[in-house]
């Protein structure tokens, strides 16, 4: 992939930013010797859980309720987002991993979604929304909360959060080259007589099944992660949207920054995008959808969400070492309206 010219004149040109409001935001890749030691940031349930290959995964076959949760991370189920790579084992059935937000560790409540191989194939092929680990069914339901995907895989990524009214939990499920499978939703979870209430985040693991590129974040209308990228490693930085179902299929732009957030740009009906307009939003502005980026410009779903975010190849432009760059959206009705802005995030380019 190459870097537009254009693209890195306007970053030169633009001079560093300051810093937007920080996320609240944990990451873990598991970079650890193989063994029985998870590293500290996490608590074990049961000390069935192991790293291999820098991978976090269950000890043993056929075993479920396997699971930690992380040690520092804490916020309410309303405003909790969690996201991990899944994988199977080889010659491994039965096996399933997911996480669990809104968790209470002493009981085990909370929002656990995980996807699985439900029919003994050694591939993942439903996922299963849950009250808590291993408690089979939000328990205002007479069954479990599941949906069969349309793609049966042996690794992917799964993403979940709840919605600002913190009565619906959605799930995101990629393939490992990150193509969508498909998004899910269970309500009625606040209301369950065992909601939600705890503030912890957990990984859910059962039979042998792996888990890597573990994060957790403070919910937020554009949630950005990993806060780096390294330019000589490179590297991707992930950005979802979720402007709520009010804004269901309306139009998002994503622009860019490298000047700040305050006072920001004003827009129409009053919204003021936190972005200081400058040479870099200008081309994000007029090159849509255009490398480094994904799409820039497209269309929110049922749930208002969309996923976009920012590529960079090994070895790029060494010299912008150090420089933040910041990210808003705009949603727009259809006749191009602004009706509402998210917050600003951003991506700090390391050497």
């Known amino acids: 992939m190459k870097i537009s010219k254009t693209l890195v004149a306007a970053v030169l040109f633009a001079g560093l930013s300051t810093t937007a409001s920080a996320q609240l935001l944990v990451q873990d890749d598991f970079s650890l010797p193989n063994g029985t030691n998870v590293g500290p940031s996490w608590v074990e349930a049961n000390n069935d859980l192991e790293i291999l290959n820098q991978k976090v995964r269950g000890k043993f076959s056929f075993v479920s309720d396997t699971w930690m949760y992380h040690s520092t991370f804490a916020q309410p189920h309303a405003t909790s987002k969690a996201a991990i790579d899944f994988g199977a084992t080889p010659n491994d059935t039965f096996f399933g991993a997911g996480v669990v937000i809104g968790l209470d560790h002493n009981t085990w409540g909370g929002t656990a979604v995980r996807v699985t191989d439900n029919d003994l194939d050694g591939n993942f092929d439903r996922i299963f929304f849950m ?109 979802d949207l979720s402007f709520g179902t009010a804004h269901a299929g309306e139009l998002y732009l994503m622009l860019a920054s490298a000047s700040g957030n305050a006072p920001g740009t004003s827009l129409n009906n009053g919204l003021v995008l936190p972005l200081n307009a400058d040479a870099l939003t200008t081309w994000t502005f007029l090159n849509l959808n255009h490398a480094p980026y994904a799409t820039t410009l497209g269309t929110l779903d049922a749930q208002g969400h969309a ?26 009705d259809l006749g191009g309206v602004p009706t509402s802005v998210s917050n600003a995030a951003t991506v700090t380019l390391l050497p």
Do not use: C
């Open 307 to 332: 996923r976009t975010g920012l590529t960079l190849p090994p070895g790029i432009l060494p010299g912008l070492a150090g420089l933040t760059i910041s990210h808003a959206a705009i949603a727009l």
């Open 131 to 239: 009250a808590a680990i291993n408690a089979g069914a939000w328990y205002t339901q007479s069954t479990p909360i599941w949906y069969d995907l349309p793609v049966q895989v042996t690794s992917g990524n799964l993403t979940v959060w709840a919605e600002p009214a913190d009565d619906m939990v959605v799930a995101r499920v990629e393939d490992a080259n990150g193509n969508l499978i498909g998004i899910y939703t269970a309500a009625g979870i606040a209301a369950s007589p065992f909601a939600p209430t705890g503030t912890d985040v957990g990984i859910w693991i059962s039979s042998r099944a792996k888990a890597d590129n573990f994060f957790a974040m403070e919910h937020r209308t554009l949630d950005a992660y990993p806060a780096d990228i390294s330019l000589v490693a490179g590297g991707k930085q992930t950005m």
